[in-house]
Structure formats: structure tokens, C-alpha cells
């Protein structure tokens, strides 16, 4: 059976892929298509779903700063958006319920609003994913969405607290001492090396913190979380979370796969599911109208609210939580189940088109930001920046580097992750903080002394927009890019880059020329002695 769920998984993420999609939306209509051929889920197939939760939880944290959930903008705008949003649904189910329709029989306002409430969630296994896959996890509008996401969790607990009416337990304060485990864990990170021994420590901690909360009756995911938060200030979190990354997608798809068997649709419940759906758009300006009220950029908001527009797999286990309380009938959490993937598919293909969206209406979209914006992120760019290198990670640092040897101080470099353009700001680097993705950001640049822009990005999608607002101001210059693969070179010539660099191929070129320098070096000097 393990092979047929691996069968089907393949081959739809294939079809998605094929038509342009992402493979989470193949992985959901296989878990829909297994139930309908008779095949039920086994333990092994929910194992596998919960480990891909637990680990995603752990390596959100290491990409995590408490301070990012302390501002207002997060708090504050996920406890005020869950409030209204639950009072909307709650209103609409009200206005329904005079119809008389078969799937609202028994239904009280209380269990209303907790259809609300189980709506107001949006999905972290998601939206985490599409942020990975877009490059902008770390990014400010992708740090909006993750704080948010983590504020709906702690509700969550808070929830399951008390609808259960099971308190942890008095040794659940005891969990504040685990702040001084920080040390022994950084000891443990420099000793274990960079081999197979990191990513078994990195499951060590994962599930040990699971194991560690769920003793003390707290939901163990968030255990995961915080032992993830713990590790975030080691220099070795990002190397542990790259070590991660594909053992946590390999589970998730077990996730996306089981809830296709939370049971088989009617056609009435499928209808309801696609009412819920076509809220979504509200739910969106819901959110973008509350971020622009604490005074972030327009485009922030507007990002940040369209991931967020999406329905959560927490919205199943409240309703199936009602269910076992006898408060809903068992249709609703197949409605909940197609809510639920139907906004996973609209969230996966629209916030694709996200920045071009915004380009096309920023202007509209700008008309509703508030007076008091922060606008760090748009600049004027200094008259002698001739070389400009956006992505400032490790291959546009060490570009930086070469290319500060050949013409000094006439190159700059633009980054979207703020805390490591501070870091470069202090040790020197002429770095400024910024999303070459930002139409904003281009418009207000001078770009007239710009003879050449080196994009140093590993995402193809990422180069391809920067190089659309490239061309949408005219930029007269030249634009170099990297490649990873051979089918990405003709995707980027095609879309007017003057230079592509086989990533892999040139630093072996560059190793052997290298190695050639030394070996002639060896020789003249054998032959001046």
C-alpha cells in the first residue's frame, strides 16, 4: 500500500508540475484519489504527516527572532483579524440557516462560530512551503506572515486548553529552564561536525521537544518550535536548516495526501466548500486593511495578506473536535477537508503571480497606505555604484568580494533579509536593505551610473521577476545571473539576460584555473632557484 500512496503522489506532483502548478496541489487531488478507489489511510501515512508537521514547526524556529512576535503588527493584527473574521462566518452561517438547507439542521450559533473560528486559521504547512519555494521566508513581508501563523498556533493551544477542559501540567513551568540548555545545545552543534551527525541532532531536538511538551500536556509541535527558536542564534542554524529541508518536504507530502481521506464529498458538501471559498478575498482585505493600520508599506501588507488568504489544517481538528463533542454533524469536516484544499490550490497559483500583481496595480494598491509608513526599504542609490550584486547569501558575498578587488568601492549589494544586511553594515560592506522583487524600489532608484547588476539568487522565478522590473525602468545596462541547472540557461536567456552562470560549472572552472595559477607559480619558482 506504501508503494500506491508513493505511486499516485509521484505522478500527480508530475502532472502539477507539467501544467505549470506546484506539486502540493498533485499531492492533494492523490489523497483524494486514493480514497475514491477504496484505499484507506494507515498509521504509517498519519506518522509520516505528523513528523512532516514537527519538523516544519522546528525549522521555522531556527529561521525565527523572538522579537519579530512582540511587535504589534503581528500580535495584534492576528488576534484582531481572528475576532472579526470568526463574526463574519458566524454572520453568514446565521443568514443561512433560515434556508432550511439539509447540511445546517442542528446547527446552533455556538457551533456557527466555531465553524468561524476554525476558518480564521491559515495553513503554516502552506504557507511556509510556498515562502521556501519563492525565497522569502526571510523577507519582511515573509516574517509578517510566519509571526502571524505562530500567534494562530498559540491560540490553538489556548483553544484546545479550553475546549478539552485538560490543563497542562504543573511541571509545564518548569519549561522556562530550557533556556539554559542554550549552551550545551551550541556545544553539541560545534562538536557534531557538518556530516550525517547534524541533521540526526537536528531530529533529536525536533521530536525531543514534541516529547518534552506533550508530557507535560502542551501541544508538542510547539515544543518544536521553541527548541528551534533556542538554536536560531548559533551560526550553524542555517547550515542545520538546509540539512532539514528535503527530510521535512519528503514527510509533509503524507500531510497533504491525508486529507484527501478525511472522507468522500457529496456534491451539496463540495457547493458549501466552494461558498467558503469564495470568501477568501475577504478574508485577504481583511488582513491587508489591518496591516496598513499599524503603518507598514502597502506592498507588506498586500503580500502578506494574499499568502495568508488560505484556510488551515487546524480548522480540521477544532471541527473534529466538535464532532466528538456532538456539537456538528461529520459532514462538516469534509467540508472543511475541501475548504481546506481548495484554498491551498488558490493560494499556490495566485501568490505565484504575486509580484506581478502588485506591479500591474501598485498604484491602487499604494492609494490605501498609511501616512505613517516605514519606507527603509526604498533608497536612492549612491552615484558610484557602477556594480550592483542583490542577494548578498554566500555566493553573492563572495562576488561582492572579487569584484571589490578588481574595482574597490564602486560595487554595492541589496539584500531582503534585514538582520543580514545589519550584520554586513557593521563589518564594513557598502550593503543596503532591500527586495529586488519591489517595483517601489526600482522606480525610486536612479539607475543612470549602473553599468551592470549581478543577480546572485538561487531561485529562477526570483531572477526572472527582478529582471521584468529591469526592463519595466528602462535600465540600460547589463544583468548576469546564475543558473543551478542547464534548463534554467535557456529559461533566463529568454527572458533578456545578457550572461548566465552555470553555477556548478564554474566554480569548476574557476577550481582549476586556480589549482593552474598555483601549479605555474611552483614551476617558475623551481626555475628561479
Same mark, same amino acid.
Given at each position: 500500500?506504501?508503494?500506491?500512496?508513493?505511486?499516485?503522489?509521484?505522478?500527480?506532483?508530475?502532472?502539477?508540475?507539467?501544467?505549470?502548478?506546484?506539486?502540493?496541489?498533485?499531492?492533494?487531488?492523490?489523497?483524494?484519489?486514493?480514497?475514491?478507489?477504496?484505499?484507506?489511510?494507515?498509521?504509517?501515512?498519519?506518522?509520516?504527516?505528523?513528523?512532516?508537521?514537527?519538523?516544519?514547526?522546528?525549522?521555522?524556529?531556527?529561521?525565527?527572532?523572538?522579537?519579530?512576535?512582540?511587535?504589534?503588527?503581528?500580535?495584534?493584527?492576528?488576534?484582531?483579524?481572528?475576532?472579526?473574521?470568526?463574526?463574519?462566518?458566524?454572520?453568514?452561517?446565521?443568514?443561512?440557516?433560515?434556508?432550511?438547507?439539509?447540511?445546517?439542521?442542528?446547527?446552533?450559533?455556538?457551533?456557527?462560530?466555531?465553524?468561524?473560528?476554525?476558518?480564521?486559521?491559515?495553513?503554516?504547512?502552506?504557507?511556509?512551503?510556498?515562502?521556501?519555494?519563492?525565497?522569502?521566508?526571510?523577507?519582511?513581508?515573509?516574517?509578517?506572515?510566519?509571526?502571524?501563523?505562530?500567534?494562530?498556533?498559540?491560540?490553538?493551544?489556548?483553544?484546545?486548553?479550553?475546549?478539552?477542559?485538560?490543563?497542562?501540567?504543573?511541571?509545564?513551568?518548569?519549561?522556562?529552564?530550557?533556556?539554559?540548555?542554550?549552551?550545551?545545545?551550541?556545544?553539541?552543534?560545534?562538536?557534531?561536525?557538518?556530516?550525517?551527525?547534524?541533521?540526526?541532532?537536528?531530529?533529536?531536538?525536533?521530536?525531543?521537544?514534541?516529547?518534552?511538551?506533550?508530557?507535560?500536556?502542551?501541544?508538542?509541535?510547539?515544543?518544536?518550535?521553541?527548541?528551534?527558536?533556542?538554536?536560531?542564534?548559533?551560526?550553524?542554524?542555517?547550515?542545520?536548516?538546509?540539512?532539514?529541508?528535503?527530510?521535512?518536504?519528503?514527510?509533509?507530502?503524507?500531510?497533504?495526501?491525508?486529507?484527501?481521506?478525511?472522507?468522500?464529498?457529496? =456534491? *451539496?458538501?463540495?457547493? @458549501? /466548500?466552494?461558498?467558503?471559498? !469564495?470568501? &477568501?478575498? #475577504?478574508?485577504?482585505?481583511?488582513? $491587508? %486593511? +489591518?496591516?496598513?493600520?499599524?503603518?507598514?508599506?502597502?506592498?507588506?501588507?498586500?503580500?502578506?495578506?494574499?499568502?495568508?488568504?488560505?484556510?488551515?489544517?487546524?480548522?480540521?481538528?477544532?471541527?473534529?473536535?466538535? =464532532? *466528538?463533542?456532538?456539537? @456538528? /454533524?461529520?459532514?462538516?469536516? !469534509?467540508? &472543511?477537508? #475541501?475548504?481546506?484544499?481548495?484554498? $491551498? %490550490? +488558490?493560494?499556490?497559483?495566485?501568490?505565484?503571480?504575486?509580484?506581478?500583481?502588485?506591479?500591474?496595480?501598485?498604484?491602487?494598491?499604494?492609494?490605501?497606505?498609511?501616512?505613517?509608513?516605514?519606507?527603509?526599504?526604498?533608497?536612492?542609490?549612491?552615484?558610484? /555604484?557602477?556594480?550592483?550584486?542583490?542577494?548578498?547569501?554566500?555566493?553573492?558575498?563572495?562576488?561582492?568580494?572579487?569584484?571589490?578587488?578588481?574595482?574597490?568601492?564602486?560595487?554595492?549589494?541589496?539584500?531582503?533579509?534585514?538582520?543580514?544586511?545589519?550584520?554586513?553594515?557593521?563589518?564594513?560592506?557598502?550593503?543596503?536593505?532591500?527586495?529586488?522583487?519591489?517595483?517601489?524600489?526600482?522606480?525610486?532608484?536612479?539607475?543612470?551610473?549602473?553599468?551592470?547588476?549581478?543577480?546572485?539568487?538561487?531561485?529562477?522565478?526570483?531572477?526572472?521577476?527582478?529582471?521584468?522590473?529591469?526592463?519595466?525602468?528602462?535600465?540600460?545596462?547589463?544583468?548576469?545571473?546564475?543558473?543551478?541547472?542547464?534548463?534554467?540557461?535557456?529559461?533566463?536567456?529568454?527572458?533578456?539576460?545578457?550572461?548566465?552562470?552555470?553555477?556548478?560549472?564554474?566554480?569548476?572552472?574557476?577550481?582549476?584555473?586556480?589549482?593552474?595559477?598555483?601549479?605555474?607559480?611552483?614551476?617558475?619558482?623551481?626555475?628561479?632557484?
Amino acid at each position: 500500500m506504501d508503494f500506491i500512496w508513493i505511486l499516485f503522489a509521484f505522478a500527480c506532483g508530475l502532472i502539477a508540475r507539467s501544467a505549470a502548478m506546484p506539486p502540493l496541489i498533485g499531492y492533494l487531488i492523490a489523497g483524494f484519489a486514493l480514497h475514491a478507489i477504496g484505499i484507506n489511510a494507515s498509521d504509517n501515512l498519519v506518522l509520516l504527516s505528523n513528523l512532516g508537521i514537527t519538523l516544519m514547526l522546528f525549522t521555522i524556529g531556527l529561521k525565527l527572532k523572538v522579537n519579530d512576535l512582540l511587535a504589534p503588527s503581528v500580535w495584534l493584527s492576528s488576534s484582531g483579524h481572528m475576532l472579526i473574521w470568526s463574526s463574519v462566518i458566524l454572520a453568514v452561517i446565521l443568514l443561512l440557516l433560515p434556508l432550511s438547507l439539509a447540511l445546517f439542521e442542528g446547527v446552533t450559533w455556538e457551533a456557527a462560530a466555531l465553524i468561524g473560528f476554525a476558518l480564521s486559521f491559515s495553513s503554516t504547512v502552506c504557507i511556509v512551503k510556498i515562502l521556501e519555494e519563492s525565497g522569502e521566508i526571510k523577507s519582511r513581508h515573509g516574517k509578517l506572515a510566519v509571526g502571524v501563523l505562530i500567534m494562530q498556533d498559540i491560540f490553538a493551544v489556548v483553544f484546545m486548553v479550553m475546549a478539552t477542559g485538560i490543563l497542562p501540567s504543573t511541571w509545564a513551568f518548569a519549561l522556562v529552564a530550557l533556556w539554559l540548555l542554550r549552551k550545551p545545545i551550541y556545544l553539541l552543534l560545534e562538536r557534531v561536525g557538518h556530516g550525517e551527525l547534524l541533521p540526526l541532532l537536528g531530529f533529536f531536538l525536533a521530536f525531543g521537544g514534541y516529547e518534552l511538551f506533550s508530557l507535560v500536556g502542551i501541544k508538542g509541535d510547539l515544543g518544536a518550535l521553541i527548541l528551534g527558536i533556542l538554536v536560531a542564534g548559533h551560526n550553524k542554524s542555517t547550515e542545520l536548516y538546509k540539512s532539514l529541508i528535503g527530510f521535512k518536504d519528503l514527510f509533509l507530502i503524507g500531510f497533504f495526501l491525508s486529507i484527501g481521506f478525511t472522507a468522500l464529498p457529496t =456534491i *451539496e458538501m463540495v457547493v @458549501l /466548500a466552494l461558498g467558503f471559498t !469564495v470568501l &477568501l478575498p #475577504l478574508k485577504i482585505l481583511l488582513f $491587508f %486593511i +489591518i496591516f496598513n493600520r499599524f503603518g507598514l508599506r502597502a506592498r507588506t501588507s498586500f503580500l502578506s495578506a494574499l499568502v495568508l488568504g488560505n484556510f488551515s489544517e487546524f480548522g480540521l481538528i477544532v471541527i473534529a473536535l466538535c =464532532i *466528538e463533542q456532538t456539537w @456538528l /454533524a461529520k459532514e462538516w469536516l !469534509v467540508i &472543511l477537508a #475541501l475548504s481546506v484544499s481548495f484554498s $491551498f %490550490i +488558490i493560494t499556490s497559483i495566485t501568490y505565484r503571480q504575486a509580484h506581478r500583481i502588485y506591479r500591474t496595480f501598485n498604484s491602487t494598491i499604494n492609494r490605501f497606505e498609511n501616512s505613517r509608513v516605514r519606507r527603509d526599504d526604498t533608497f536612492k542609490l549612491p552615484q558610484e /555604484a557602477e556594480i550592483l550584486v542583490i542577494g548578498m547569501g554566500r555566493v553573492g558575498k563572495g562576488t561582492y568580494h572579487s569584484l571589490c578587488k578588481l574595482v574597490e568601492n564602486r560595487v554595492w549589494g541589496i539584500d531582503s533579509d534585514e538582520e543580514r544586511v545589519k550584520r554586513l553594515q557593521d563589518s564594513g560592506y557598502r550593503v543596503l536593505f532591500g527586495d529586488g522583487e519591489d517595483s517601489d524600489l526600482w522606480q525610486n532608484m536612479d539607475l543612470t551610473h549602473t553599468r551592470l547588476v549581478l543577480i546572485a539568487l538561487p531561485y529562477i522565478q526570483d531572477i526572472k521577476n527582478i529582471q521584468d522590473q529591469l526592463r519595466s525602468v528602462n535600465y540600460p545596462g547589463k544583468v548576469v545571473a546564475i543558473a543551478r541547472y542547464e534548463d534554467q540557461i535557456e529559461q533566463l536567456t529568454e527572458c533578456g539576460i545578457d550572461r548566465i552562470f552555470n553555477f556548478y560549472t564554474e566554480a569548476g572552472v574557476g577550481f582549476a584555473e586556480e589549482s593552474l595559477a598555483l601549479l605555474n607559480s611552483q614551476s617558475e619558482l623551481s626555475q628561479q632557484n
